[in-house]
């Protein structure tokens, strides 16, 4: 299996019922060279669910399976897997802290047992030549100083790991919900760049409340890459420009329109094969977010693409219908 080089400098983070291959293939159409990630998909489902959790679109490329587990056996034959289907690289979630995660102890708890992830990514390297990463906080509960995320990192990287995605922010296990674990511990990106100091050899990006472009040129003055999520999910016409702005590719900006355009054959073999409209519009609601009439848009895809038999005239007259807001 060939492992093609992949360009780390912007990426969108994996977001459970987000990210999945409908959202990335219209990320896809708006930049070639950002990194996309998978939704966390657990060992468990993969080596005995019943659907394929592994189905994505060649065009998602470069591609980056975000898995949940700390069974180092389980995980090594999800890998193996996964690479045998062509993902980019395999990464290690230890930063998820929702209750079900943890009873299945893995995701952020994790943390606290560095030798345990060693030995998940010792047996994910043994079996793939792809890159085994791993998406991690700056601590958890009263674990947060920087010595704890030190011995972590040092311990991981010992078992051969050189790419971290941190999420600027610890997480407390108990007592916040996910969401609330993605708000209310307090960013410390200055931690972060110290980290990318004392490891210089290390690949590190940092996630996080990143909401521009600007911010991410920023980063990257003390990083090696930025990992976007909840912005580029509901604002995602930022990702237009990110090829051109942080990536050096000198090409035109899509417009709003022609993203738009691209997607409709998408969107038409989809539902030829079955498949329902809102599978695929409710992640594109967001795409004139800003413009005049995007409320109208927002509210006509909301309203409508739900129904029964709905089709590709849904998105067409929703965007009709912004038009006449412009003229009124
Ligand atoms: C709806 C949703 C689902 C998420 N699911 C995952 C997940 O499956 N795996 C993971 O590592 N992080 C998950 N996250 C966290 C994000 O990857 C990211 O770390 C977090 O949102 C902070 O980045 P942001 O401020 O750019 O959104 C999720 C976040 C959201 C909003």
Known sequence: MSVRPINRTFSIAPMLDWTDRHYRYFARLMSSQTLLY?????TGAILHGRGDYLAYNQEEHPL?????GSNPVDL????KLAAERGYDE????VGCPSDRVQNGRFGACLMAEPELVAECVTAMKQVVDIPVTVKTRIGIDEQDSYEFLTQFIDTVKA?????FIIHARKAWLQGLSPKENREIPPLDYERVYQLKRDYPELNISINGGVKTLEECQTHLQHLDGVMVGREAYQNPYILAEVDQKLCGIDAPVMSRDAVLEKLLPYIEK???????LNHISRHIIGLFQGEVGSRVWRRYISENAHKQGAGIEVIT???AEMDSVVSL
């Open 317 to 319: 007259q929703a965007r």
């Open 76 to 79: 090594a034959a999800c890998a």
């Open 159 to 163: 078992a051969g790991c050189e790419e």
């Open 38 to 42: 998978t939704e966390m998909v657990t």
């Open 64 to 68: 980056a399976l975000q898995l949940g």
């Open 270 to 276: 989809h539902l030829q094969q079955g498949g329902r």
């Open 90 to 93: 395999i990464n290690l979630n």
